[in-house]
């Protein structure tokens, strides 16, 4: 066994066209770490609708230029049988280690392939890429990121010609043709061929985010603005001063690219601490709003002033704030959200005359609703501009929270007082996540298998109504991963992380509200809810 190991290791390394990577595994072998092997020849990195993510490194089971030259080969196959063999395919990335050499394979192996590939000039927000697709008429994209992971990994998303990700079955058929790559031998990587993009679709873009804001808005709001160490500050910058908003303060030890985020834990605006020198800066400065984008800048994080102090709004705040800010502008067409995103946003919808559509959880689901006028996920994810960017787009949606703040401040009001407004109307929608980060995968494989066969009939004290199990699908939704129980006056949804090893489980709870008065009281009724679904959560899955 330890031979075939050591075997495949080495036929591994003699096809590795990366000096990193080879140095690395040369190194193992001749250690003969076959623990440390095992763990990176034990299978493939698989390819799904998130397309890859994992840790850098040599060997099938690590994000490296073997597994993207294997990748990009597949789609090209992939295109070509779909009948896009002299189709354009537009490649981006981020600042990640080895993302700028990633979209150069790529960009080399379509060109072997015939079709005709273009790389965007730098590193740029993945919201970029994804406008870019059909604003070139590409028939497939491809952004390296891996969004908001750790340091250590790295990422390739893929695009199929309408701008959206890749969804089943394409995920499976190009799965099926990056596993019949046999060697690297057999893919044609040409020096040069492809074309290097200047400025022209950036600033196409740029025009086009003017479009998500009312002509005679005020553009009065101020802002403190942490691009988290990723791509996001200039393009930001780009939009705030073509929109007339005062220029953002910058967070300076976040504002430029590096990939070892230096100064976060986990560079996520929701992780704890992430936001700690945002909070320092808006302290130092006093503006109407914090506004943070992840890495990739395709998610957007908004903060308000909180008493004395500055406060982080959930995702689920920010999607409703922004359902109302476009209500009340007049916006039509259909709002839909992911099903673990809050409730909050179906009553906006309906109480505006509007359709709403769930979807399952990722934007590759949301964009693909007919007629989206609006989507949003609780994951810090908005898509203001449906006709423009088929997916979340953390810049747009920067600029659409700062009109509303502008709005706002113009009545004497701010963002706390507008969700005030939303939980006297429709009630307080509260929401939590209890999310478990493991080692070993099985412990979520295990979880999931507790309470399938174990369900709860009450958590919190409240009687478990309804207990789904969404692998057979509904009437509504495919099947997928998950498990959803609706309660007495709460609702609580559990799944796997499709791009992190974690266990999520998304908890809301409503609390009629009379008036303004009931609010202090409703909310400590939603916090003693929402710690108890925690717990007994907790309880009944294992973990």
């Given at each position: 066994?330890?031979?075939?190991?050591?075997?495949?290791a080495?036929?591994?390394?003699?096809?590795d066209?990366?000096?990193?990577?080879?140095?690395?595994?040369?190194?193992?072998i001749?250690a003969e770490?076959?623990?440390?092997?095992?763990?990176?020849?034990?299978?493939?990195?698989?390819?799904g609708?998130?397309?890859?993510?994992?840790?850098?490194?040599?060997?099938?089971?690590?994000?490296?230029?073997?597994?993207?030259?294997?990748?990009a080969?597949?789609?090209?196959a992939?295109?070509k049988?779909?009948?896009?063999?002299?189709?354009l395919?537009?490649?981006?990335?981020?600042?990640?280690?080895?993302?700028a050499?990633?979209?150069?394979?790529?960009a080399?192996?379509?060109?072997?392939?015939?079709?005709?590939?273009?790389?965007?000039?730098?590193?740029?927000?993945?919201p970029?890429?994804?406008?870019?697709i059909?604003?070139?008429g590409?028939?497939?994209?491809?952004e390296?990121?891996?969004?908001?992971?750790?340091?250590?990994d790295?990422?390739?998303k893929?695009?199929l010609?309408?701008?959206?990700q890749?969804?089943?079955p394409?995920d499976?058929e190009?799965?099926?043709?990056?596993?019949a790559?046999a060697?690297?031998?057999?893919?044609?990587?040409?020096?040069?061929?492809?074309?290097?993009?200047?400025?022209?679709v950036?600033?196409?873009?740029?025009?086009?985010?003017?479009?998500?804001?009312a002509?005679?808005?005020?553009?009065t709001a101020r802002?403190?603005y942490?691009?988290?160490?990723?791509v996001?500050?200039?393009?930001?910058?780009?939009?705030?001063?073509?929109?007339?908003?005062?220029?953002?303060?910058?967070?300076?030890?976040?504002?430029?690219?590096d990939?070892e985020?230096?100064t976060?834990?986990?560079?996520?605006?929701?992780?704890?601490?992430?936001?700690?020198?945002a909070?320092?800066?808006?302290?130092?400065?006093?503006?109407?709003?914090?506004?943070?984008?992840?890495?990739?800048?395709?998610?957007?994080?908004?903060?308000?002033?909180?008493?004395?102090?500055w406060?982080?709004l959930?995702?689920?705040?920010v999607?409703?704030?922004?359902?109302?800010?476009?209500v009340r502008?007049?916006?039509?067409?259909?709002?839909a959200?992911?099903?673990?995103?809050?409730?909050l946003?179906?009553?906006?919808?309906?109480?505006?005359g509007?359709?709403?559509?769930?979807?399952?959880?990722?934007f590759?689901?949301?964009?693909?609703?007919e007629?989206?006028r609006?989507?949003?996920e609780?994951?810090?994810?908005?898509?203001?501009?449906?006709d423009?960017?088929?997916?979340?787009?953390?810049?747009?949606?920067a600029l659409?929270?700062?009109?509303?703040?502008?709005?706002l401040?113009?009545?004497?009001?701010?963002?706390?007082?507008?969700?005030?407004?939303l939980a006297?109307?429709?009630?307080?929608h509260a929401?939590?996540?209890?999310?478990v980060?493991v080692?070993?995968?099985?412990?979520?494989a295990?979880a999931?298998?507790?309470?399938?066969?174990?369900?709860?009939?009450?958590?919190?004290?409240?009687?478990?109504?309804?207990?789904?199990?969404?692998?057979?699908g509904t009437?509504?939704l495919?099947?997928?991963d998950?498990l959803?129980?609706?309660l007495?006056?709460?609702?609580?949804?559990?799944?796997?992380s499709?791009?992190?090893?974690?266990?999520k489980?998304?908890?809301?709870?409503?609390?009629?509200?009379?008036?303004?008065?009931?609010?202090?009281a409703?909310?400590?009724t939603?916090?003693?809810?929402?710690?108890?679904?925690k717990?007994?959560?907790?309880?009944?899955?294992?973990?």
């Amino acid at each position: 066994m330890q031979d075939d190991l050591i075997a495949r290791a080495k036929a591994w390394l003699a096809e590795d066209p990366d000096a990193d990577t080879r140095e690395e595994l040369a190194r193992l072998i001749d250690a003969e770490d076959h623990a440390e092997l095992a763990a990176r020849f034990g299978g493939t990195l698989q390819f799904g609708t998130a397309g890859l993510r994992g840790e850098l490194g040599a060997g099938p089971m690590r994000m490296n230029r073997s597994v993207v030259i294997r990748a990009a080969a597949g789609l090209a196959a992939y295109l070509k049988k779909n009948g896009h063999g002299d189709g354009l395919v537009v490649i981006g990335y981020d600042a990640r280690h080895k993302s700028a050499d990633f979209a150069r394979d790529t960009a080399a192996v379509m060109t072997g392939a015939g079709l005709r590939a273009a790389v965007l000039p730098r590193p740029l927000p993945t919201p970029v890429l994804a406008f870019a697709i059909r604003h070139l008429g590409a028939v497939a994209g491809v952004e390296v990121t891996a969004s908001h992971n750790p340091p250590r990994d790295n990422g390739y998303k893929v695009y199929l010609g309408d701008g959206s990700q890749i969804v089943p079955p394409a995920d499976a058929e190009i799965a099926d043709e990056i596993a019949a790559v046999a060697s690297l031998t057999t893919v044609p990587r040409p020096t040069e061929g492809w074309e290097t993009l200047d400025d022209t679709v950036l600033d196409a873009y740029l025009a086009r985010t003017d479009a998500v804001l009312a002509e005679d808005s005020p553009r009065t709001a101020r802002t403190v603005y942490t691009a988290m160490h990723g791509v996001g500050k200039d393009v930001l910058l780009a939009a705030f001063a073509r929109a007339g908003f005062p220029a953002p303060d910058l967070v300076a030890e976040q504002a430029d690219p590096d990939p070892e985020f230096p100064t976060v834990a986990f560079p996520n605006p929701e992780e704890p601490g992430a936001m700690d020198l945002a909070f320092a800066k808006a302290r130092e400065t006093g503006p109407d709003l914090v506004i943070a984008n992840d890495p990739d800048a395709d998610r957007c994080a908004a903060a308000v002033r909180d008493g004395d102090d500055w406060r982080m709004l959930r995702g689920d705040e920010v999607g409703a704030l922004l359902a109302a800010h476009l209500v009340r502008r007049g916006a039509t067409g259909t709002f839909a959200e992911s099903i673990v995103s809050s409730s909050l946003l179906g009553r906006i919808a309906e109480k505006a005359g509007l359709p709403h559509e769930e979807t399952l959880t990722g934007f590759k689901w949301i964009a693909r609703i007919e007629g989206l006028r609006y989507g949003y996920e609780e994951a810090l994810g908005y898509c203001v501009d449906p006709d423009g960017v088929r997916d979340k787009d953390g810049i747009t949606a920067a600029l659409l929270l700062a009109e509303l703040a502008s709005v706002l401040k113009a009545e004497g009001r701010g963002l706390p007082d507008l969700l005030d407004d939303l939980a006297v109307e429709h009630g307080l929608h509260a929401t939590d996540q209890l999310a478990v980060r493991v080692q070993d995968l099985s412990r979520i494989a295990a979880a999931m298998r507790r309470l399938r066969e174990q369900p709860p009939a009450e958590l919190a004290g409240l009687r478990v109504t309804d207990a789904e199990d969404l692998t057979r699908g509904t009437d509504r939704l495919p099947p997928t991963d998950g498990l959803r129980y609706t309660l007495d006056g709460a609702r609580v949804i559990v799944r796997p992380s499709g791009t992190e090893p974690k266990l999520k489980c998304y908890l809301e709870v409503v609390v009629p509200v009379a008036a303004r008065s009931d609010l202090p009281a409703a909310r400590a009724t939603a916090t003693e809810l929402l710690t108890a679904l925690k717990r007994d959560l907790a309880r009944a899955a294992g973990i």
